[in-house]
C-alpha cells in the first residue's frame, strides 16, 4: 500500500506536518493488554465497588430488573455497530424501531409528539426550557424546588450564560407537594415555563392540572418532569402539560454509576417546529411500500448551524432502544403490574416509618431518621449488605436527619423489614 | 391479502402495535410478596390512569423475532466498510461490551457511599490520565454525554475564564468548514458566530483571521485536522494570533484519529478541546448514540471545569463539590459511566504504541484510497490529506445510493458544506487492503455508469428490501407515530 502512494515508511504519512506540532516521545500509556487482562482489571475494579447490595436508593436511578431479551436486542450487530440513520434505505430496522418508540412515548405521556432521545432527562429540562422560550417569546423559567436538584443545576448552568432568569418556588412543607401560593408570586408577564416534576424529587405526586390551569393563567407553559418511567404506567398522564421532559432509565437501562441514559422530550402537536434532537416518520419507498426516515431536519444544527432549535447531534439511541423492547416485553398489562407493584412494596415500608410529607407517593418516599442520624442508620444497613436511603440535607439543609428511600420491584419483604427495623419501626 | 409478499428472509415486518392482541404478554413478575395495595384509595382515584391505549400486547416471541428481524434491514461496521467522513466508524471490539456488563460495574447507584464506588473512581482516573496524555492537556472532565455537549462546555468554559479576567467578550469565531454542532454550541454559551472562510487550500486564512481578532472575540473553534481531512499547519500561527489578544483556541477533537500518538494539540497552543470517545476510541455508535465527549483543558482552565471533579485522599477517592469557579453541572450524575469503561478498554487493548500505529494505519488506508481514486474522481483540495479525503462529484448524491447496490455503506454526501458536491470518506484503520480495494472498484465502476447509464445510477439503489425513500414526502406531511 505504501508503494502504492509512493512512500516508503508509515511515519512519510505525516511528514508534511510542521516539525513543531509533531509528537516525538512515547505515550506514558502502558503496552497493549490482552483480552484476559483487561477483563480481569475490570472485574478486580468491579470488586471494588459495591456488589450484590439490596439497594433503597433512588433519587433520579432505579434499581428495576432487566429482561434478558434487552441486552439480547441491543447486543445485534446491526443495532449496536450502525451510525444514525441518515441513509434510510439502509436503516430501516434502526429507523422503525425508532418511530415505535416515538409512538410509545406518546400513548405513555398522553403528548401527540416524542423525538428520538436526548442525552438524559437532566439536559432535556434546559432544552425543554429553552423550548418554551422560543414558543412564547418570553425570557423567565420558574422551577418548583421539588424538581431533582441536579436537574436544576443543569438547568442553571445552561440559563446563566444566556441572561435567562429563573426563580425557584417552595414545597409545601405537610404535602411534599409544590406551594400553589408560592409558584403564583414567582409567575409573571414574562414567565416563559413552570417547569415541575411528578412524581417529584420527594416521591410526591403533583396536581398537574390544577398547575397547568395557574400556568396558563398567566400565558405560561407548562413542562413537565419525570425521573422514574414505571409511574407512567399507573398514574395519570401529564396530558395537562405543554411540553414533557423525562428520563427512561427505569426501562431496562442499568444504573451504571448515572448512565449512559436516554431522555426524552414530548409535546403538543402544535409545538412539533420548536422541538429539539432527531425524529422519525413515516412515508413510502419508490415501490409504495411503507417506509421511514428522519425527518423535519430543518430544526437541527447540520442544516441551520447557529439558527437550529439545539446542538444535540448524537443523541442515545441504543439506550432508546433498550426502553423500546422493555416497553414491548412489559407491553399494556405488564407495565401496570410492575407499577403496581413497585407502589404496594414503598407502601409496605412507607407506613411502617415516619414520612415527612403526606402527599400521595408512587414508589419513593421521605422518612425522618428520629433521634438517629442518617449515617447511623446507613451504617448499620451496610452490614446487612443493604444501601440504605439518601440524606437529605446534602439538597435540603431544613431537611435534616430525613432519608429518601425508594422501594422498586426488586426490594424483597425481607430486606424492607431490615430497614424498618433500623429506623426503629 | 398474503403478507408474507417477500421470500423469507426478507419478509415484510409489521409494527408491534400491528400484530398485538388483547391479553398477550412477554413478561412474568415474581408473586407479590407484600400485602398488594389499591391505587384508587392510597392515591386518589384523580391520580390513577386508564389503560394505556393502544400500547403493544406482545409475546416474548414475538419481541424477540420483531427485533431481530428489524436487525437485519441495518447496515452494520460488522458487516462492511463504513466510510463515513468525520465520524470515524470504526471496529467495536467485544470485550468492551463484556466488561461494561461487569455485575460490579453496571449496577453501581451514583449515590451510594463514595467507600463503596471505588474502583469506579479508579477508572474514571485513569481515563482521565490517559486522555490527558494522548492530547497533551492537563486536566479532563469527563461529564459531557457527546461531542457537541462538550463543545458547549468548552465554550462555557472559555466564557467562565474570560469572565473572570473581567470581560466575557461577544464573538466566537468558526471556519465554515466546521460542523453544525459548532455554530449551535456557540449560540447556546450565549455568542455571536462569526464564520472565517477557508482559503484556496482547504486551510484557515492567517492573513484574513488575523483582520477579524479583536477585543471582542472570546475564541477560534477549529477543528484539526479540518473537516476537509487536512492538517491546519498554521495552527501555530492562530494560536499566536487569537493568544497575543487575549482569546483562546478551542479544537473540535472529532478528527482525533488522525493525530492520536503523532501530536498532541495541547503541545502547541491549543487550550481546550473535546474528544468523541464514540469516535477515536470505538465506543458503539448504537444508532446515532450513546456518545461521550469529554472535554480536556490546560492549567488556567482547570478552576472552571464542571462539577464534581474526583479527588483523592488517604482515605480514598471522592467527588469534589466545592468548587466556587466551575461553571456548574453540565448533567446529572458524573458522565456516561458505561461509554467510559469502553473507551478506557480500548485504551488499554491498544497501549500508548497501540494508539499510534492505529493512527498510522488510518492516514495509511485514506491516503490508498485517495491514490487509488484520484484519477476517476476530483479531489476537492490538492493538501495531504490525514485520515479522510474529500472529492468532489455533481452526483455525489446519487453515486452514495448506488454505492449501497455494491454492498457498502455511502461515503458523507455534501459535507463539509464548502466543497460542492462532497464526497468525504474516512475508510479508519480498521479496513484491510481487500476490503479497500473492493470500495475502489466499485467507485470506479460507478464513474463509468454515471457517463454510460446515468439512470442506473439516479434511480438507485436498486437491491436494497427498500428502495429510495421519499423524504420529501415526510418532511411535508409529517406522521411522527403510529394510529390507529
Known amino acids: 500500500m505504501l508503494d502504492t502512494i509512493g512512500l516508503s515508511t508509515l511515519e512519510e504519512l505525516y511528514a508534511h506536518l510542521p516539525e513543531d506540532v509533531r509528537f516525538h516521545g512515547a505515550l506514558n500509556i502502558p503496552s497493549g493488554k490482552s483480552e484476559y487482562e483487561i477483563i480481569d482489571y475490570f472485574r478486580v475494579r468491579g470488586h471494588e465497588n459495591a456488589n450484590s447490595h439490596a439497594n433503597f436508593l433512588g433519587a433520579g436511578v432505579y434499581h428495576h430488573y432487566r429482561p434478558v431479551l434487552v441486552d439480547t436486542v441491543v447486543s445485534r450487530a446491526e443495532f449496536l455497530t450502525s451510525y444514525t440513520p441518515y441513509q434510510a434505505e439502509i436503516s430501516q430496522g434502526t429507523l422503525t424501531a425508532i418511530f415505535e418508540f416515538q409512538t410509545m412515548i406518546c400513548q405513555l405521556t398522553g403528548m401527540d409528539v416524542a423525538n428520538a432521545s436526548m442525552y438524559d432527562g437532566s439536559t432535556a429540562v434546559p432544552e425543554a426550557a429553552m423550548m418554551a422560550m422560543r414558543i412564547t417569546g418570553r425570557e423567565g423559567i420558574a422551577v418548583a424546588r421539588t424538581v431533582h436538584p441536579e436537574y436544576r443545576e443543569v438547568l442553571g448552568t445552561y440559563t446563566r450564560h444566556q441572561g435567562v432568569p429563573v426563580t425557584e418556588f417552595e414545597y409545601d412543607p405537610e404535602s411534599g407537594q409544590l406551594d400553589l401560593e408560592s409558584m403564583e408570586q414567582v409567575l409573571n408577564e414574562n414567565t416563559a415555563a413552570v417547569i415541575i416534576q411528578s412524581p417529584n424529587f420527594f416521591g410526591v405526586i403533583e396536581d398537574a392540572k390544577r398547575i397547568a390551569e395557574m400556568a396558563h393563567a398567566k400565558g405560561a407553559l407548562l413542562v413537565l418532569v419525570f425521573t422514574e418511567a414505571v409511574s407512567l404506567g399507573l398514574l395519570e398522564p401529564p396530558r395537562d402539560a405543554d411540553i414533557v421532559a423525562g428520563e427512561l432509565q427505569s426501562f431496562a437501562i442499568a444504573p451504571s454509576y448515572g448512565g449512559p441514559f436516554a431522555g426524552i422530550i414530548a409535546c403538543k402537536e402544535k409545538y412539533v417546529r420548536q422541538l429539539p434532537g432527531r425524529l422519525v416518520g413515516e412515508t413510502k419507498d419508490a415501490s409504495g411500500n411503507r417506509a421511514f426516515c428522519l425527518t423535519l431536519a430543518t430544526r437541527e444544527q447540520h442544516i441551520r448551524r447557529e439558527k437550529a432549535t439545539s446542538n444535540i447531534c448524537t443523541n442515545q439511541a441504543l439506550i432508546a432502544l433498550m426502553a423500546t423492547v422493555f416497553m414491548a416485553l412489559y407491553g399494556k398489562q405488564g407495565l401496570r403490574e410492575l407499577a403496581e407493584q413497585n407502589l404496594a412494596k414503598a407502601h409496605y415500608l412507607g407506613e411502617r416509618l415516619w414520612r415527612r410529607f403526606k402527599g400521595p407517593y408512587f414508589n419513593e418516599f421521605v422518612a425522618a431518621t428520629g433521634v438517629q442520624s442518617p449515617d447511623e442508620i446507613n451504617h448499620r444497613l451496610l452490614g446487612f449488605q443493604i444501601v440504605g436511603g439518601l440524606r437529605l440535607d446534602r439538597f435540603y439543609p431544613e431537611l435534616g436527619n430525613s432519608v429518601l428511600l425508594c422501594c422498586t420491584e426488586m426490594a424483597s419483604r425481607a430486606d424492607m423489614d431490615a430497614v424498618a427495623e433500623a429506623f426503629g419501626a | 391479502m398474503i403478507t408474507k409478499v417477500r421470500q423469507h428472509p426478507t419478509q415484510n415486518e409489521s409494527l408491534l402495535f400491528e400484530t398485538s392482541s388483547p391479553g398477550k404478554i412477554g413478561y412474568q413478575l415474581p408473586a407479590l410478596d407484600v400485602p398488594p395495595v389499591d391505587p384508587s384509595e392510597v392515591l386518589g382515584a384523580e391520580y390513577v390512569r386508564e389503560e394505556i391505549p393502544d400500547f403493544p400486547e406482545v409475546s416474548e416471541v414475538d419481541v424477540i423475532r420483531h427485533f431481530t428481524r428489524l436487525s437485519t434491514w441495518n447496515y452494520a461496521i460488522d458487516l462492511g466498510l463504513y466510510p463515513l467522513g468525520s465520524c470515524t466508524m470504526k471496529y467495536n471490539p467485544r470485550v468492551n461490551e463484556a466488561v461494561a456488563r ?251 504504541n497501540g494508539l499510534r500505529r492505529a493512527t498510522l494505519d488510518a492516514l495509511l488506508n485514506a491516503n490508498y484510497l485517495r491514490k487509488l481514486l484520484e484519477t476517476d474522481y476530483e479531489i476537492a483540495y490538492s493538501a495531504p490529506s490525514m485520515h479522510e479525503c474529500v472529492f468532489r462529484h455533481a452526483a455525489t448524491g446519487a453515486i452514495a445510493k448506488r454505492l449501497i447496490d455494491y454492498g457498502f455503506h455511502p461515503y458523507t454526501v455534501s459535507f463539509p458544506l464548502i466543497v460542492h458536491g462532497a464526497m468525504m470518506i474516512e475508510p479508519t484503520e480498521t479496513e484491510s487492503k481487500q476490503e479497500l480495494d473492493l470500495f475502489v472498484d466499485a467507485l470506479i465502476s460507478i464513474a463509468q455508469e454515471v457517463k454510460e447509464s446515468p439512470e442506473l445510477v439516479q434511480t438507485a439503489p436498486h437491491s436494497t428490501r427498500t428502495n429510495k425513500v421519499d423524504e420529501v414526502a415526510a418532511a411535508r406531511k409529517p406522521i411522527l407515530k403510529w394510529t390507529r
Open chain 2, 102 to 352: 461487569t455485575e460490579g460495574l453496571m449496577w453501581i447507584h451514583p449515590y451510594q457511599p463514595d467507600a463503596l464506588s471505588q474502583g469506579a473512581f479508579a477508572i474514571l482516573a485513569e481515563l482521565e490520565r490517559v486522555l490527558a496524555e494522548i492530547t497533551g492537556m492537563d486536566a479532563v472532565t469527563l461529564q459531557p454525554a457527546a461531542g457537541a455537549h462538550g463543545e458547549l462546555t468548552g465554550i462555557l468554559l472559555v466564557r467562565a475564564l474570560l469572565e473572570a479576567q473581567g470581560n466575557p467578550r461577544k464573538r466566537v469565531i468558526v471556519p465554515d468548514s466546521a460542523h453544525g454542532t459548532n455554530p449551535a454550541s456557540v449560540r447556546m454559551a450565549g455568542y455571536e458566530v462569526v464564520n472565517v472562510a477557508s482559503n484556496d487550500r482547504g486551510m484557515l486564512d492567517t492573513e484574513a483571521l488575523a483582520r477579524m481578532v479583536d477585543d471582542d472575540v472570546a475564541a477560534i473553534m477549529i477543528t484539526n485536522p479540518n473537516t476537509l481531512g487536512v492538517f491546519e499547519e498554521h495552527i501555530i500561527e492562530v494560536a499566536r494570533i487569537l493568544h497575543s489578544k487575549g482569546a483562546l483556541v478551542y479544537m473540535d477533537g472529532a478528527n482525533l484519529n488522525a493525530l492520536a500518538g503523532i501530536s498532541r494539540p495541547g503541545d502547541y497552543g491549543v487550550d481546550l478541546m473535546h474528544l468523541n470517545l464514540h469516535k477515536t476510541f470505538s465506543t458503539p455508535h448504537g444508532g446515532g448514540g450513546p456518545g461521550s465527549g469529554p472535554v480536556a483543558v490546560k492549567k488556567p482552565l482547570e478552576p472552571f471545569l464542571p462539577l464534581p471533579r474526583l479527588q483523592h485522599a488517604s482515605s480514598g477517592w471522592s467527588w469534589n463539590y466545592d468548587r466556587p469557579h466551575s461553571i456548574g453541572r453540565v448533567r446529572a450524575f458524573y458522565g456516561n459511566f458505561g461509554v467510559l469503561v469502553r473507551a478506557l478498554a480500548y485504551i488499554m487493548a491498544h497501549g500508548g
